[in-house]
């Protein structure tokens, strides 16, 4: 019945700009997460009354700020798994996982394909014949 379970795990759906998604971002994030109740230490009662900060379910949800790192070369679809930091387990259970969805932002010059950028611009005949090079503004 005490058997330790594993903490549940957590998706969270991260927003990035397209520059962000290229060159890696550092990111502090926030996630709600259940946790051991501090007041009547999980139990959910103390004595024989009901716990009043968590009404007896021995959880209370907590706000936690997460800082992940968000490697450079994500694409949307791209699922970060961060092992442990999903809700806390129970009876000594080990912590779910933190998934973090990544979702990029279209850039209104850039486009990509996988791992390729590719650039839309107008050059003159001038420019086409002598070559020229092309800076990435970020
Ligand atoms: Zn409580």
């Known amino acids: 019945m005490n058997s330790p379970k594993k903490g549940g795990d957590i998706e969270y759906n991260l927003n990035l700009q397209f520059e962000e998604s290229i060159f890696g971002v550092e990111k502090n994030i926030l996630v709600t ?13 103390i004595i024989f009354e009901q716990c009043k900060s968590c009404h007896g379910s021995g959880k209370q949800k907590r706000n936690r700020k997460i800082k992940i790192n968000v490697p450079g070369g994500v694409d ?15 009876n000594g259970g080990p912590s779910g996982d933190l998934y973090i969805n990544i979702s990029v932002a279209p850039h209104k010059t850039y486009k990509r394909d996988g ?24």
């Open 76 to 90: 949307t679809g791209n699922v970060l798994s961060l092992i442990g930091q999903g809700e806390q387990g129970e």
């Open 33 to 45: 997460k259940s946790e051991k109740c501090e007041v009547c230490g999980g139990i959910g009662k």
């Open 115 to 138: 791992i390729d950028i590719y650039i839309e611009c107008h050059i003159s005949f001038g420019y086409a014949s002598n070559g020229m090079d092309i800076q990435y503004q970020r």
